[in-house]
């Protein structure tokens, strides 16, 4: 591992970061406070996760690829990664793969933050930050 893509990977990730945080909050003038903005943003980074893989491969270095799809847009929205994926599993004829991961990566993320509320301290109905 080359020092020069972890930092490439950890800029890009501020990027990123920043991005999600400043959308997020345009968006929650322009929709409203809820989850569509939230949403949208995860839809924009599966978007723009999907059209840089496909700008990415065979056209870009590895270590610029890695800053921007796991930098940028790991920070921007996991999501993306989530939904690659399911992707891959599904051009690989794993429906029943695919749906295991739906169901433990949503089912058991939802357990686990649930958890960490428990343990923290903090209720688990509906407090937010």
Do not use: K
Request: aromatic letters at 10%.
């Amino acid at each position: 591992m080359h020092l020069s893509v972890v930092l490439a990977v950890a800029g890009a990730g501020a990027l990123g970061a920043t991005s999600r945080y400043l959308l997020t909050l345009a968006l929650r003038v322009w929709l409203g406070a809820g989850h569509w903005p939230i949403a949208v943003v995860n839809v924009l980074g599966c978007f723009g996760f999907g059209l840089c893989w496909a700008l990415a491969t065979g056209r870009m270095s590895h270590p610029v690829a890695v800053a921007v799809l796991a930098g940028f847009f790991g920070a921007f929205t996991t999501f993306s990664a989530f939904a690659l994926d399911g992707q891959q599993l599904l051009a690989a004829h794993r429906p029943g793969m695919f749906l295991l991961n739906l169901l433990l990566q949503n089912g058991l993320g939802l357990l686990a933050l649930w958890g960490g509320m428990l343990v923290g301290g903090l209720s688990t109905d509906g407090a937010r930050w």
